[in-house]
DNA sequence: ATATAGTGTGTATTTTTTACACTATTAAAT
DNA sequence: ATTTAATAGTGTAAAAAATACACACTATAT
């Protein structure tokens, strides 16, 4: 048979020590006014990663971002107006590179904003479930992924490293046992660089090595 | 847009010490006469899930079997007229269980039949690619999964865990060691009941404690 | 000078993983 | 009755990884 196809987009951040998703507030029929994940409609003849790849340049202004198929959402229930399939893709930004920090308005959409993903507004359709199938597919890849450095700057602190772990994983770790197991992991380059601009005293920045990184996962 | 919407289905199951896939002749245009996996358009009005179960009903006689989506592929190219979406899925069932061992001949396909999964023939569309990702995605998965269970029947010997565990890694494992790991799990029932129909020592035969092994994962 | 806020470090204990080889049991063949 | 063939079943020592845990250091602001 034929049906509608869309893609939806779970786009990451990591601001503020928070883990944050983008979302859009619809200005149409149905969930008028309610808060969703940026998607469209694809068009023919368009691949799905060009599709979201379309979507994640309008909202975020980035070009070449990592991307991820999640799931396909087919409901027969999940719009009013019968069946519209979705494919929906995780894409992990980093903030500091982000352009449009709030996104203009179109006739579909009022707003976009950044939710930290355990602060999230009621949202349209069955979005709710599509962040967190995202969310969990994420938590279980964390330990040969490399979406921590997709979110963080290209140099990073071992406190913001271990920030991102914390906000995937739900829980708090040891520092002393995160750093360890980090360095044995032995992907991670020390600079000798050091954080600025803070009133206390400056963290050294770490770097990720990707062929190091590429040759453990084999 | 609107586009051409199919199911495809990976059909696992453990049979002579190996992991087969179910794959059909195909009898019509295009790619006649190449295998390729089961697979059908999907009803209006019918659930991703529903189409996959009537598939597999189909090619083993069997309800109530294990399912979990792999992927969307919606490539442009993939079929000759034009994109056709699939979402592929992954069902695994016991060979014991399977009704019709081989299935009748229809008009759009001559036949099908068990392949072990090292030794495939070519395959229509981008079904290798598939294939492949499915297996990928099983190994990944295999230290916290219900798959190797699924697969086996009910009741079945530590060699036969462990030959399908070997089959999904691709490598083998030492008998002691993962005799000792399985037990330290906490999730095998040790019955006292053992093989039968064996010209050798038969062995003992265990069960898994869905319960204990549900707790365990949380 | 001192208060503040986050950085950076080591050791002992427990748990998990790995490497490794022989005896036990059964049915079939002689 | 004995032998053969095929697989089942078992333990220990060493190495590696994971865990639990607390305090001194440094840069800045006041």
Chains 1, 2 share one sequence.
Not at 95 to 108: A, G, I, L, M
Request: one cysteine or more; proline letters at 4%; hydrophobic letters at 40%.
């Amino acid at each position: 048979m034929l049906s509608h196809f869309t893609v939806d987009c779970v786009i990451y951040t990591f601001h503020e020590a928070q883990l944050k998703i983008l979302l859009t507030e619809r200005n149409e029929y149905p969930y008028k006014g309610w808060w969703a994940l940026p998607g469209f409609f694809i068009e023919k003849d368009e691949e799905m990663e060009d599709a979201v790849k379309r979507i994640s340049y309008e909202n975020t202004g980035l070009k070449d971002i990592y991307l991820e198929q999640l799931a396909a959402f087919a409901g027969v229930k999940r719009h009013p107006e019968g069946r519209i399939l979705t494919v929906a893709y995780v894409a992990l930004v980093r903030y500091e590179n982000v352009k449009n920090k709030v996104k203009p308005v179109t006739s579909y959409m009022k707003q976009a904003k950044w939710y930290p993903i355990n602060n999230l507004p009621d949202l349209a359709f069955d979005h709710r479930e599509i962040i967190q199938l995202s969310v969990e597919k994420l938590k279980k890849r964390l330990s040969y992924s490399l979406a921590p450095f997709e979110l963080l700057p290209e140099k990073f602190t071992l406190t913001q490293l271990q920030q991102v772990y914390e906000a995937l994983l739900g829980e708090t770790l040891d520092k002393r046992n995160f750093r360890k197991k980090m360095n044995n992991l032995g992907y991670l380059k020390e600079l000798d660089e050091f954080q600025t601009g803070v009133s206390y005293r400056a963290a050294r920045l770490y770097k990720l090595d990707r062929r190091k990184f590429q040759k453990l996962i084999e």
